[in-house]
């Protein structure tokens, strides 16, 4: 049973950080792409960052580059999203997603929240 299960949301004030966390199973990690998207109420579902399974090439939003990191450990089966600087504009619910290279598969968690309020 695929299953990503995400955590580390919560409310923090502008300028602070959190770090997300999404453990992927039932599926073999180290052949995903894996992404976290967000959804801000109102709006669609964007994508934030992702991490490619051949190599550890990342991306970047534009609104995130410097502030955001995405890495992934292999050996755990779970990729990160450290997110400083925090901004309110960054409020949403965060989503992992993985993508199979060769299986085409895409997979998704059910969401965090994220709240950046004072």
């Known amino acids: 049973q695929v299953q990503l299960v995400e955590s580390g949301g919560g409310l923090v004030q502008p300028g602070g950080s959190l770090r997300l966390s999404c453990a992927a199973s039932?599926?073999?990690?180290?052949?995903?792409?894996m992404s976290w998207y967000r959804q801000a109420p109102g709006k669609e579902r964007e994508l934030v960052a992702v991490i490619t399974a051949i190599g550890g090439g990342t991306k970047y939003q534009d609104s995130v580059k410097g502030r955001f990191t995405i890495s992934r450990g292999n050996a755990e089966n779970t990729v990160y999203l450290q997110m400083n600087s925090l901004k309110p504009e960054d409020t949403a619910v965060y989503y992992c997603?993985?993508?199979?290279?060769?299986?085409?598969?895409?997979?998704w968690g059910q969401g965090t929240q994220v709240t950046v309020s004072s």
């Open positions: 039932g599926f073999t990690f180290v052949g995903y792409d």
């Open positions: 997603n993985a993508y199979g290279v060769v299986t085409l598969q895409n997979y």
